[in-house]
């Protein structure tokens, strides 16, 4: 059965005594310095909940995640820091630790650890909570209490949003001399194939990334010691398209009625090509995801108990409630939600037998991106994924959980609404909070108004 954190596969062992005190070891002695007091934190954090549990191996992953990360800055290894939104695949073929600073950000929010680093941020003058997300602002805080990890090299991109392009220029400027790659998602679509999107076709996008991209290589080469080999980048291009293939098939379980899984199975997978996406570990967890949706599907076994509702949840999560708003609606309202805008990857698997191939796979799969596919073009690119998305997995309503900041995706909600309902017939719910600090609109107003919606519109 499905849990918070991913599936158990065949093989999942125990975190037993013996084995939960060699990872607390690796801890004290791998994580440590300056920067890495509360990624320390966040490690033991994590290890103390796998306590007794089978180790799945979405969360083997996790922990070995914190770990090589702290290793890296021991060890000498250059550190790379990455938004969300990009996948770390070309860092691991270049042998750069990646270091994605949301898992940072955004994980210290479901125990609120977040807010003092928030407020920091808003007394020194950058942003509040309605003009710059919280996603990445506690880094800024974090910076000045020296509790940040501070890599040696720092990449961004310029989508999804001002957001994040604004927060990391200033984090850049903050530490000073840190070399910086910024690259520039293009707006148009580049498949000719995606007929409905024709009017927004330019044959130049595919071929704009993919030289950002080779240039993104020359950049590294630059500015470490680390160089370019193919063969690894074939072997990293391969592991990450198999990911993906496990994930496209998932997804495709995920139509079954009763979902195969439970609300956060799905945001496993997004969460795990973020982190480790060109590893042989991703292909180990997308599996075990996949393997668990088909064998549940094949016995006809729902990852929640008697499905009622399915919902449509084409934002992202309510993380500082991460814990509890998903298994809270699964138990009150047999609800579950058929993935998130995360969680949804709609990157297939593509052709990787030449070095040339393999960079276009690569961006092929920075343009398709979860959120960023949808969210990097005109409003259509957005509502069209909606639409398509609750018709195939038959969802029973939609449900955005909403912040001002997140200026993109807010101005398109309300024709995304209008056009679900005349498409489909089903309502949604969109409601403002901040999704990352409870100070704005606790946790249980919110589960109030879904509550209200689910009750007195959709059942
Ligand atoms: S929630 Fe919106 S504003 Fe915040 S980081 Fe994500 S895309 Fe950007």
């Known amino acids: 059965m499905a849990s918070i954190f991913g599936s158990e596969g065949g093989d999942t062992k125990?975190?037993?005594?013996?084995?939960?005190?060699?990872?607390?070891?690796?801890?004290?002695?791998?994580i440590k310095g300056k920067g890495f007091s509360l990624w320390k934190g966040m490690y033991s954090a994590m290890l103390a909940q796998t306590k007794d549990q089978p180790l799945v191996p979405f969360m083997e992953m996790m922990l070995n995640v914190f770990l090589d990360v702290g290793s890296a800055r021991v060890e000498g290894k250059p550190i790379i820091m990455h938004t969300f939104n990009y996948g770390p695949e070309i860092f691991y073929a270049m042998g750069i630790q990646p270091l994605m600073q949301e898992l940072f950000s955004v994980g210290l929010s479901p125990v609120r650890m977040n807010e003092f680093y928030i407020d920091l941020t808003d007394e020194m003058g950058f942003g509040d909570n309605p003009t710059i997300c919280n996603a990445s602002r506690p880094l800024i805080g974090a910076y000045f209490k020296e509790a940040a990890p501070?890599?040696?090299?720092?990449?961004?991109?310029?989508?999804?949003?001002?957001?994040?392009?604004?927060?990391?220029?200033?984090?850049?400027?903050?530490?000073?001399?840190?070399?910086?790659?910024?690259m520039d998602i293009p707006y148009w679509e580049y498949d000719p194939e995606r007929k409905q999107f024709k009017d927004y076709y330019d044959?130049?996008?595919?071929?704009?990334?993919?030289?950002?991209?080779?240039?993104?290589?020359?950049?590294?080469?630059?500015?470490?010691?680390?160089?370019?080999?193919?063969?690894?980048?074939?072997?990293?291009?391969?592991?990450?398209?198999?990911?993906?293939?496990?994930?496209?098939?998932?997804?495709?379980?995920?139509?079954?009625?009763?979902?195969?899984?439970?609300s956060v199975a799905g945001f496993s997978n997004w969460f795990t090509m973020a982190l480790c996406g060109g590893t042989e570990g991703a292909v180990k967890v997308t599996k075990s995801l996949r393997d668990v949706a088909s064998a549940n599907v094949k016995k006809k076994v729902g990852g929640i108990a008697d499905e009622k509702i399915r919902i449509a949840w084409p934002y992202i999560h309510v993380f500082f409630d991460e814990m509890n708003l998903f298994p809270y609606l699964e138990q009150n309202f047999n609800a579950v939600t058929i993935m998130d805008l995360l969680g949804f990857y709609p990157v297939p698997s593509h052709d990787t037998s030449?070095?040339?191939?393999?960079?276009?796979?690569?961006?092929?799969?920075?343009?398709?991106?979860?959120?960023v596919g949808s969210c990097r073009g005109p409003a259509e690119f957005y509502i069209d994924h909606v639409v398509r998305w609750v018709k195939e997995y038959k969802c029973d309503c939609v449900i955005v959980p909403m912040q001002f900041a997140c200026k993109h995706n807010y101005s398109m909600l309300r024709i995304m609404a209008e056009v679900v309902k005349e498409e489909t017939g089903i309502p949604s719910l969109i409601f403002g909070c901040d999704p990352f600090d409870a100070r704005e609109v606790p946790a249980e107003t919110i589960r109030g108004r879904i509550s209200e919606f689910l009750t007195e519109v959709v059942m």
């Open 354 to 371: 030449t070095v040339e191939k393999c960079f276009e796979s690569l961006a092929r799969g920075t343009l398709d991106m979860s959120m």
């Open 14 to 30: 125990i975190m037993d005594a013996e084995t939960f005190k060699k990872y607390k070891k690796m801890g004290r002695e791998k």
């Open 203 to 262: 044959e130049e996008t595919l071929g704009y990334i993919l030289n950002q991209s080779k240039n993104l290589v020359s950049w590294m080469e630059k500015n470490t010691n680390q160089k370019f080999e193919e063969e690894r980048f074939k072997q990293t291009m391969g592991w990450l398209n198999q990911s993906r293939e496990n994930i496209m098939e998932f997804q495709e379980l995920l139509k079954a009625v009763p979902c195969p899984v439970n």
């Open 150 to 182: 501070i890599p040696d090299l720092l990449f961004f991109t310029s989508t999804p949003c001002n957001s994040i392009a604004i927060t990391y220029q200033v984090f850049q400027h903050l530490v000073g001399n840190l070399p910086t790659f910024v």
